[in-house]
């Protein structure tokens, strides 16, 4: 089973989140977040939902974790990509973006992280 | 002299033939009394010369010498003049009430009428308007049948432009859509049309989404719920959407429901709310959401 990946750009960690993550690589994944934060001193981690189509009831979860778990990697999170069919399913399961910044496109999420964070 | 022999369906017909003006006259002034003819838009000779289109189809009836049967192929002629004759009383904003008018001015003539021109044993006048009568109710219960396909016909396709129509979603700045909602919402309605904006929202890169509901009478908490899904599911996406034109009334029941406006930007009117979009549009990419997100 491969771990999900996470590529670094400039200052960004963006990880592209698929339709068929498991418990396992999604615990994986925090960790290799972690780990990865601390390597690298990213100042933002952006989850690209734009490879999900549709989603399920664990799919869900995850982003819900992505979301609550904001504030546990330390770092600045942004969700880019989000359909339109999965948001309104979202809505339905009362998954609200909460504190967390979201984007049409990977590129407007990169593009804000330039205007924001690069002048400091 | 009274006369024994069975009368013969064309000896009913010649009958009718004969005295065909003089039963449109009856016929006419009971329409006359009946029919008010300044809530549509048929004038009495138009109608009068549709009673007469029903007396030739009666006779060509009586003229085949069969069971009326409207299913058999012989009487489609009769079946498509009645459609017509369905179609024409569905554009002309009559109800079914005229048919039955219709029926019962024209059964008012023959009774009137015919019993004079022939002397007839019990018999045979129970025949004659058994005969007559039940060509006529089935004309009229055929008419009623195209009456009613009509009128739906007429009444989906004014639902369907009206769902077309009073979901319109409009740039009306750049980066800013508005979503005047009309009508009553519904579920299924409601459905199609946030996900029409939602995805016109990522086509269009909009920020942000006005939704307007100035045109909306009754909210219930279906379409709360429905309202703020749509808000949700925008935010989740990457935008904001306003809720604007709420009546003080739609607020109270909407508090009333319990239903949690908590986080939603509502403005009174559009106007505020694309004074709010600007503002939102303004804050979008300098924003301070990271720093709050440190909080």
């Known amino acids: 089973m491969t771990n999900v990946p996470i590529i670094r750009i400039e200052n960004a960690l963006i990880v592209s989140l698929h339709g068929h993550i498991t418990d396992r690589q999604f615990q994986k994944l925090q960790e290799h977040l972690a780990r990865t934060l601390g390597k690298t001193g990213a100042k933002a981690i952006i989850f690209d939902a734009s490879n999900l189509p549709y989603i399920d009831a664990y799919i869900a979860d995850v982003f819900n974790q992505v979301i609550r778990n904001a504030r546990v990697y330390n770092t600045p999170v942004l969700l880019c990509g989000i359909q339109p069919a999965v948001a309104l399913i979202m809505a339905e399961m009362h998954i609200s973006p909460g504190n967390v910044k979201t984007f049409f496109t990977l590129d407007d999420a990169l593009a804000f992280l330039k205007n924001r964070v690069v002048p400091n | 002299m009274v006369r024994k022999k069975t009368i013969s369906l064309k000896e009913i017909r010649q009958l009718v033939k004969q005295s065909l003006n003089e039963i449109l006259r009856v016929t006419g002034r009971r329409l006359m009394k009946r029919i008010n003819f300044e809530e549509t838009t048929i004038t009495f000779d138009v109608l009068l010369s549709k009673v007469k289109e029903v007396f030739d189809l009666l006779l060509s009836v009586l003229d085949t010498s069969k069971e009326f049967d409207l299913s058999i192929a012989e009487f489609q002629p009769v079946h498509r003049q009645l459609n017509q004759l369905g179609e024409f009383l569905t554009q002309h904003n009559l109800n079914l009430t005229t048919i039955g008018e219709l029926n019962l001015a024209i059964k008012d003539g023959i009774f009137a009428v015919l019993p004079k021109k022939i002397d007839l044993d019990r018999d045979n006048t129970v ?169």
């Open chain 2, 127 to 295: 025949r004659l308007f058994q005969i007559i009568f039940k060509i006529l109710d089935q004309l009229t219960l055929a008419t009623f049948d195209s009456f009613r396909e009509h009128w739906e016909k007429t009444i989906l396709a004014q639902q369907q432009e009206l769902l077309e129509m009073s979901t319109p979603i409009i740039e009306i700045w750049e980066g800013v859509l508005a979503f005047p909602v009309i009508g009553t919402l519904d579920s299924h309605r409601t459905q199609i049309a946030m996900e029409n904006l939602l995805t016109k929202m990522v086509q269009k890169k909009a920020k942000v989404a006005i939704l307007d509901v100035t045109g909306v009478a009754l909210v219930d908490t279906m379409v709360a719920q429905h309202l703020i899904k749509t808000v949700t599911a925008a935010r989740l996406m990457g935008a904001e959407c306003i809720i604007t034109g709420l009546r003080p009334s739609i607020a109270m029941t909407m508090v009333n429901l319990g239903i949690d406006l908590n986080g939603i930007i509502t403005r009174h009117t559009m106007s505020e709310g694309l004074k709010e979009s600007f503002r939102i549009l303004k804050n979008h990419s300098y924003t301070d959401m990271i720093e709050k997100q440190d909080d």
